[in-house]
Nanobody
Framework: QVQLVESGGGLVQPGGSLRLSCAAS????????MGWYRQAPGKERELVAR???????IYGDSVKGRFTISRDNGKNTVYLQMNSLKPEDTAVYYC?????????WGQGTQVTVSS
């Protein structure tokens, strides 16, 4: 059973930074992609950033230039460095890991950007 453990959410002022982490159990050789999605109240879940094992990275338009996704394959961990945070970045952030047979979601971590 694969488990995803997220950490790093919280309250931050506009313009501040946060770093999210997501550690995945299971065999790293079976991972095709790791990424982050977010869902704000009353809105659909949207892609934030995603990194494939073959090296392809994609970002949501609203976070380009501010957020950076990275991976530590030895630790089966994906990170999301979020800089220049805005109130509209407020959402629950979900880790997503795609294995060869299925994908898994983390429990979500709240990020609130407010003064």
């Amino acid at each position: 059973q694969v488990q995803l453990v997220e950490s790093g959410g919280g309250l931050v002022q506009p313009g501040g930074s946060l770093r999210l982490s997501c550690a995945a159990s299971g065999n790293s050789f079976s991972i095709n992609a790791m990424g982050w999605y977010r869902q704000a109240p009353g809105k659909e879940r949207e892609l934030v950033a995603r990194h494939t094992t073959i090296g392809f990275t994609i970002y949501g338009d609203s976070v380009k230039g501010r957020f950076t996704i990275s991976r530590d394959n030895g630790k089966n961990t994906v990170y999301l460095q979020m800089n220049s945070l805005k109130p509209e970045d407020t959402a629950v952030y979900y880790c997503n890991v795609a294995y060869t047979d299925r994908e898994y979601w983390g429990q979500g971590t709240q990020v609130t950007v407010s003064s």
